[in-house]
């Protein structure tokens, strides 16, 4: 009687078992499938981004001049660094490499001064004038009438607003009249 009862446990304990070890199978499976679930769902939630694209000469002393293609938000450190970098002779204070790059932007990078008089030899010159969109603060401090306050205006305006169009335009620079431009107008061009 206790054999034929024994068989009977015996047989009672292994499905309690294997119940047991289905039991524990199971919500780690569908654990894992939902983590899974959740995953994919960030992945189709991401936004399509759209950039737009614009076109920047870059000119002076960098490695690779040209024109460079480049997304709407980008700084001008940012495609200076495309063109390979800035030369050997370059002025890095020449450029505000954090400024944003504007659509048929020309961004120039000058060249160290060489010698105390580089730059204002060139000036003094009557057949060679300064591009007042590329020339750096010492140059346009050489200009007759141009002390450093208003040629540091002359910087912060160009950055902020762009190239000048034309060489009137300086007169919107604060601190810049008709009669300070007429002083050093045939010094300058807007190229």
Not at 86 to 92: G, H, K, L, N, R
Not at 119 to 135: D, L, M, P
Request: net charge negative; aromatic share 6%.
């Amino acid at each position: 009687m206790i054999k034929r009862y024994g068989w009977i446990f015996i047989v009672l304990l292994v499905i309690g078992l294997l119940y047991l070890l289905k039991f524990n199978d199971g919500p780690e499976t569908q654990e894992v499938e939902l983590k899974s679930t959740e995953f994919e769902d960030e992945i189709i939630e991401e936004p399509n981004l759209t950039v737009s694209v614009i076109k920047v000469d870059v000119k002076g002393e960098v490695k690779k001049r040209g024109v460079y293609s480049m997304p709407d938000d980008t700084r001008v450190d940012d495609v200076i660094k495309r063109a390979g970098g800035m030369t050997e002779d370059a002025d890095p204070t020449s450029v505000n490499l954090a400024q944003r790059l504007q659509d048929e932007m020309v961004i120039f990078v000058a060249s160290k001064q060489k010698g105390e008089g580089g730059s204002s030899e060139i000036i003094s010159s009557s057949e060679e004038k300064i591009s007042i969109n590329r020339a750096s603060s010492t140059e346009i401090e050489a200009l007759n009438g141009i002390g450093p306050s208003k040629a540091a205006s002359i910087i912060e305006y160009r950055e902020e607003n762009g190239p000048f169009s034309s060489v009137e335009d300086l007169v919107n620079v604060p601190g810049i009249g008709e009669k300070t431009l007429e002083i050093f107008k045939d010094q300058i061009m807007v190229p």
